[in-house]
């Protein structure tokens, strides 16, 4: 199987093609050719499911896997695709300098993609932005984020999940009713209303169809800050085309399919939770057992933009990292102890003036 390549020669001048997202097209920057993605075959737009079961067993198509040339990031375990030509970098996720393998690795192709549709200057405008209303952050740290090297656009993968699901429950009931009582407090008789609870036994089956549960494919970055990037708009998503990827990275999965799934389950065990206690109804719930089936489980590899900044700072790594659709920005919170000094001290004054105030008036 031949490597991916993400480069597409200008036929006018021969440079490098890059995908530029305001303009939705491949531009090359050295004479302003330009041409439309290659249309995405005869399905147009669909973005086909894979069969799970056939995945795990290892029985997909030989057209729905591919082999890409990658690095391992020692730091903070990466794993990124690089071109043929390209023998070190610095990684884009921690700021740590590496040299490529010249190795290959085998992956289930992305069936879709969520183009970029913010351009660096648009990301690096929302970062700092972002930035600045950290009042405790370095001053230095900030201008070097704003001065620094330029952001990475990284096509960050992810699982999508469908599935069906039958499940029958049994718990109970519980209406809340109250009981009148009387009680002594200070020496005098009141009338209180006590909470009671009538539980009454409950059964029954719900039903849901899971669509596209988005599991995060990668451990290079703190889940929380993808999860924060939320939501995506998939409805935007188009099917992979290596296009989109031009002057982009991408990360290959270092979540497996069969652990991608597990979490999934998981969200859709809770989700199916919810349906219970609504089914169960009343002003409380138990729920005693619940036994799920499911079905016709499909999925897909996607990959979703994400723009990158890292940056080391006296010694520590600093990661911003911002929505490529709709600029949201997360990242590590840096403090400033001067700041915070001169803050507590600024406090401790208005504090005393007040007081002497207080104290003069009265």
Known sequence: MAQAEHRFPCDQCGADLRFDPQEEQLICDHCGNARDVADAGPWGGVIAELDFDRAVSDQLPAQEMKESRTITCPNCGAHVEFDAD?????????????????????????????????????????????????????????????????????????????????????GERGIVYYETKRVIRDGKTQTIQVPKVRWTPASGRVARFFDDILILASRSLPKRYTDNLQPWDLEAMEPYQPEYLAGFRAEGYTVDLQDGFTEARAIMDRRIERDVRFDIGGDRQRIHNIQTQISDVTFKHVLLPVWLAAYKYRGK??????????????????????????????????????????????
């Open 86 to 170: 390209v023998h070190s970098h610095e990684c884009p996720f921690c700021a740590t300098p590496v040299v490529t393998d010249t190795g290959v690795e085998r992956q289930i192709k992305p069936k879709g993609v969520l183009p970029f549709a913010l351009d660096e200057t648009a990301a690096r405008r929302a970062m700092n932005d972002w930035l600045g209303r950290l009042w405790f952050a370095p001053n230095g740290l900030q201008e070097y984020a704003r001065n620094g090297r330029r952001m990475q656009g990284i096509y960050v993968p992810y699982w999508t999940f469908d599935a069906d699901t039958k499940s029958r429950y049994r």
């Open 317 to 362: 790594t600093y990661r911003f990292v911002v929505n490529g659709r709709s600029g949201r920005v997360q990242g590590e919170r840096p403090w400033s102890a001067w700041k915070i000094a001169i803050a507590v001290v600024l406090g401790l004054i208005v504090a005393g003036a007040v007081g002497y105030i207080v104290a003069q008036n009265q």
